[in-house]
């Protein structure tokens, strides 16, 4: 049985260890780490195997477990994805923008073959990553649009510097048009698929992204579009909200949980 830390136990660190605690993904949670100490003791509450809390995020890597599975912030993941692979465990990140920045990518890069280990980085939020995997090299053009209700914005640092104020807007208003590497620093909890998209894809400076506040959607919607030699391909993802946060849409937490069952189980691989 594969053990797991998890860092971060918030909306979905929450769903990732009930789905462990219930079976659903065949493993033992053996350490949690929230810089919320509330967070990481409600969490623990909730479950009938309790894993140990551990006073920082480094500890979760020093303790013997397979896999650290970050659900908890950019800042995590640029303080504690290398020293997790330099103690030979595997990685599972959720807060993906990190990795747009070229000098993180290629430390953790080199440390997973350096190490052997691998950073797995689930589908999240969005769908089609598989294609555009396969069609990358004949790719000309890529972009996202990002609706959600300006509620799933909230606190973005965007707003520290813009004029726009989310509470007064009453129609569908475009809030951001850029490159991906401007949006995930930006919007660092709103739009992690646009880092995901990129990666899979032309990169970071060549990915567009449009993210629109919509006060009358109850969704957050990724409408994806790439063209290229190969054709012409387009994924409209219409994701619920999670209850407790609604910035993070219901399918990033059930793929963060398929992604570690998959790591976890021995069983047959479907897809690309
Ligand atoms: N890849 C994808 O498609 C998606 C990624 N995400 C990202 O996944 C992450 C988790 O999402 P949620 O659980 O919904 O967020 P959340 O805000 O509900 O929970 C995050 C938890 O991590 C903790 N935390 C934050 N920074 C930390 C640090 N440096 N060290 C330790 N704990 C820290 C917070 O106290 C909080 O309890 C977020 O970064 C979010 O932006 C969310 C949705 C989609
Ligand atoms: O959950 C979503 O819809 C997307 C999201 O927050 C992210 O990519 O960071």
């Not at 918030?10 to 509330?38: C, F, N, R, W």
């Not at 052997?116 to 000309?140: F, H, Q, R």
């Not at 048009?177 to 919007?187: N, R, T």
């Not at 790439?226 to 609604?246: L, Q, R």
């Amino acid at each position: 049985m594969k053990r797991v830390g998890l860092l971060g136990c918030g909306a979905m660190g929450t769903q990732i260890a009930l789905a462990i605690d219930s079976g659903k993904i065949p493993a033992t949670l053996t350490h949690v780490y929230d810089d919320s100490k509330e967070k990481s003791a409600l969490l623990v509450e909730k479950l009938i195997n309790k894993p140990e809390i551990v006073e920082n995020s480094h500890l979760l890597s020093s303790n013997p477990v397979d896999i650290v599975v970050e659900a908890a912030s950019q800042d995590a993941v640029r303080d504690a994805s290398l020293s997790v692979l330099q103690n030979k465990k595997d990685l599972m990140i959720m807060s993906v923008g990190a990795l747009l920045d070229e000098s993180i990518y290629d430390i953790l890069s080199d440390a997973c073959k350096d190490f052997k280990k691998t950073i797995y980085l689930p589908s999240g939020a969005i769908a089609g990553l598989d294609g555009i995997k396969s069609i990358k090299d004949e790719l000309e053009s890529l972009s996202i649009t990002t609706t959600k209700h300006p509620r799933s914005l909230k606190g973005a640092k965007f707003f520290e510097t813009s004029d726009i104020n989310l509470d007064e807007i009453n129609s569908s208003t475009v809030i951001f048009q850029g490159m991906a590497k401007e949006a995930v620093s930006l919007f660092p909890a709103n739009i992690n698929v646009a880092a995901l998209l990129s990666l899979s894809g032309i990169g970071s400076e060549k990915t567009k992204v449009k993210i629109i506040a919509d006060p009358n959607t109850d969704k957050n919607t990724h409408h994806i579009e790439a063209e290229g030699k190969f054709g012409k391909m387009t994924f409209t993802i219409e994701n619920y909200p999670d209850t407790i946060n609604p910035k993070t849409s219901r399918l990033a937490i059930l793929s963060a949980i398929e992604t570690l069952r998959k790591y976890c189980s021995d069983d047959i691989q479907i897809g690309t």
